[in-house]
Protein backbone atom coordinates (compact mmCIF):
# COMPACT_ATOMS: atom_id res chain seq x y z
CA UNK A 1 0.00 0.00 0.00
CA UNK A 2 1.26 3.47 -1.15
CA UNK A 3 -0.22 6.85 -0.34
CA UNK A 4 0.56 9.73 -1.88
CA UNK A 5 0.26 13.57 -0.77
CA UNK A 6 0.99 16.39 -3.75
CA UNK A 7 2.25 19.91 -2.33
CA UNK A 8 3.53 22.76 -4.56
CA UNK A 9 0.24 23.90 -6.52
CA UNK A 10 -0.75 27.71 -6.93
CA UNK A 11 -1.33 30.40 -8.57
CA UNK A 12 1.88 31.87 -10.82
CA UNK A 13 2.45 34.04 -13.90
CA UNK A 14 2.96 33.03 -17.26
CA UNK A 15 6.85 32.27 -17.38
CA UNK A 16 7.07 31.23 -13.93
CA UNK A 17 8.05 28.36 -12.04
CA UNK A 18 6.78 25.94 -9.81
CA UNK A 19 7.77 22.56 -8.13
CA UNK A 20 5.60 19.86 -7.16
CA UNK A 21 6.32 17.41 -4.50
CA UNK A 22 4.76 14.46 -3.78
CA UNK A 23 5.14 12.66 -0.95
CA UNK A 24 4.94 9.02 -0.41
CA UNK A 25 4.61 6.55 2.59
CA UNK A 26 5.21 3.10 2.63
CA UNK A 27 8.90 1.13 2.62
CA UNK A 28 8.59 -0.31 -1.01
CA UNK A 29 8.59 3.33 -2.53
CA UNK A 30 11.41 2.61 -4.02
CA UNK A 31 9.91 -0.39 -6.25
CA UNK A 32 6.98 1.57 -7.87
CA UNK A 33 7.35 3.42 -11.13
CA UNK A 34 5.64 7.19 -10.32
CA UNK A 35 4.30 9.72 -12.59
CA UNK A 36 2.60 13.32 -12.52
CA UNK A 37 -0.80 13.55 -14.42
CA UNK A 38 -2.95 16.37 -14.49
CA UNK A 39 -6.99 16.77 -15.93
CA UNK A 40 -7.70 20.21 -17.15
CA UNK A 41 -11.68 20.85 -16.69
CA UNK A 42 -13.56 18.92 -19.57
CA UNK A 43 -10.29 17.11 -20.30
CA UNK A 44 -9.22 13.73 -20.67
CA UNK A 45 -6.46 12.69 -17.58
CA UNK A 46 -3.01 13.05 -19.03
CA UNK A 47 0.54 11.85 -18.21
CA UNK A 48 2.71 15.21 -18.63
CA UNK A 49 6.25 13.12 -17.25
CA UNK A 50 6.97 9.88 -15.61
CA UNK A 51 9.69 7.99 -13.82
CA UNK A 52 10.40 4.34 -13.42
CA UNK A 53 11.67 2.85 -10.17
CA UNK A 54 15.23 3.22 -10.95
CA UNK A 55 15.40 6.48 -12.16
CA UNK A 56 17.31 5.21 -14.91
CA UNK A 57 14.14 6.50 -17.36
CA UNK A 58 11.75 9.25 -18.08
CA UNK A 59 9.03 10.28 -20.24
CA UNK A 60 7.52 13.84 -21.15
CA UNK A 61 4.61 14.75 -22.90
CA UNK A 62 5.61 16.73 -26.34
CA UNK A 63 3.67 19.60 -24.31
CA UNK A 64 6.06 19.91 -21.40
CA UNK A 65 9.21 18.45 -23.09
CA UNK A 66 12.23 20.97 -21.85
CA UNK A 67 10.02 22.80 -19.39
CA UNK A 68 9.23 19.62 -16.63
CA UNK A 69 11.56 18.02 -14.93
CA UNK A 70 10.72 14.75 -13.13
CA UNK A 71 12.93 14.02 -10.36
CA UNK A 72 12.81 11.58 -7.55
CA UNK A 73 14.66 11.07 -3.90
CA UNK A 74 14.34 7.71 -2.56
CA UNK A 75 15.95 8.47 0.75
CA UNK A 76 12.71 11.06 1.23
CA UNK A 77 9.99 8.86 -0.59
CA UNK A 78 9.30 11.56 -2.59
CA UNK A 79 9.26 12.77 -6.15
CA UNK A 80 8.88 16.23 -7.71
CA UNK A 81 7.98 17.69 -10.66
CA UNK A 82 9.54 21.03 -11.59
CA UNK A 83 7.81 23.49 -13.70
CA UNK A 84 9.37 26.31 -15.49
CA UNK A 85 8.38 28.58 -18.60
CA UNK A 86 5.09 27.57 -17.54
CA UNK A 87 2.21 28.75 -19.75
CA UNK A 88 -1.64 29.41 -19.00
CA UNK A 89 -2.77 25.83 -20.27
CA UNK A 90 -0.84 24.03 -18.04
CA UNK A 91 -3.34 25.19 -15.82
CA UNK A 92 -4.94 21.73 -14.41
CA UNK A 93 -5.14 19.72 -11.43
CA UNK A 94 -1.65 17.65 -11.26
CA UNK A 95 -2.17 14.29 -9.33
CA UNK A 96 1.17 11.91 -8.77
CA UNK A 97 0.54 8.25 -9.58
CA UNK A 98 2.75 5.16 -7.91
CA UNK A 99 2.62 1.74 -10.24
CA UNK A 100 4.05 -1.28 -10.13
CA UNK A 101 5.35 -1.45 -13.55
CA UNK A 102 8.87 -1.88 -15.60
CA UNK A 103 10.32 0.84 -17.19
CA UNK A 104 7.71 4.16 -17.37
CA UNK A 105 4.07 4.11 -17.30
CA UNK A 106 2.13 6.91 -19.86
CA UNK A 107 -1.48 5.78 -18.97
CA UNK A 108 -3.79 6.51 -16.32
CA UNK A 109 -4.53 2.67 -15.44
CA UNK A 110 -0.91 1.44 -15.51
CA UNK A 111 -1.16 3.09 -11.86
CA UNK A 112 -2.08 1.57 -8.89
CA UNK A 113 -2.27 4.47 -6.52
CA UNK A 114 -3.09 8.41 -6.78
CA UNK A 115 -2.82 11.28 -4.76
CA UNK A 116 -5.60 14.02 -3.61
CA UNK A 117 -4.05 16.07 -6.63
CA UNK A 118 -2.77 20.16 -6.25
CA UNK A 119 -4.22 22.71 -8.16
CA UNK A 120 -1.62 24.79 -10.59
CA UNK A 121 -3.39 27.95 -12.03
CA UNK A 122 -1.48 29.76 -14.68
CA UNK A 123 -2.75 33.44 -15.34
CA UNK A 124 -1.65 35.32 -18.55
Excluded at 18 to 37: I, N, Q
Aim: charged share 20%; net charge neutral; glycine share 14%.
Amino acid sequence: QVHLVESGGGLVQAGGSLRLSCAASGRTFSRYAMGWFRQAPGKERECVAAVSWSGGYSYYADSVEGRFTISRDTGKNTVYLQMNSLKPEDTAVYYCAAGDLLGVGRRANEYDYWGQGTQVTVSS
